[in-house]
């Protein structure tokens, strides 16, 4: 893959998906804006990328707080030119039946995968460039359901709407919007729905159709390509990274 510039943000940098990618652009030569709600696991994403020669900050943001997205926007741009946005954070929620799920529960979720994309592409998409890209995380829920995650599922629906309006509203400015789409991906939030589902009578998330979960780094790997010039034409679309799992 080409070389890259500038400033990269990466929300929900602290996790499996947003360390591993975060670590895969410091590579190509982003400067990375790590931003976590954790303090900790911002800085331990940033640590990481100085210590094998990476330039990253570490912030500390909630992404359903207007004036805390505004403080990390204004961040980056101090930092230099903005050139890439991984619109990342977000949460799993609680599993249970339409029915079960509590209000609280429903819009915990919807609140960080949604409110959240939806701040952070109003914060960042005016302060870009031409040229610039950006890719919100969505889900292979957000392309078909699954029993018991009506938040989740709803929010990676939602997440794919805004990615095509974010895509349509700045084309003519020459920023590309795009959403990555994984499947079941290896780590904490897996292991956590696993164990959900298992205590409400329900199966785990099944392995892809090529006999494995996704691992944090074939998403990065995909999010590397929809911010580079690799793909300089593609815009207000959905890489899905599952194996084929939704192909049917």
Known sequence: MSELSGVVVVTGAGGDIGRTTSALLA????QVLAVDLAVDAAEATAGEIRAAGGAATAFAADVTDPDQVTAYARRAAELGPITGFFNNAGIEGRVAPLGQMTVESFDAVMAVNVRGVFLGLSALLPLMAPGSAVVNTASSGGLRGT??????????HAVIGLTKVAALEVAERGIRVNAVCPSAVEGRMMDSLDEQRSAVGLPATPEDRMGRRASPGDIARAVGFLLGPESEF????????????TAA
């Not at 029993?147 to 990676?156: D, E, L, N, P, Q």
């Open 234 to 245: 593609v815009s207000g679309t959905t890489l899905s990274v599952d194996g084929a799992r």
């Open 147 to 156: 029993a018991g995650m009506a938040a989740y599922v709803a929010s990676k």
């Open 27 to 30: 590579g190509r030569g982003a």
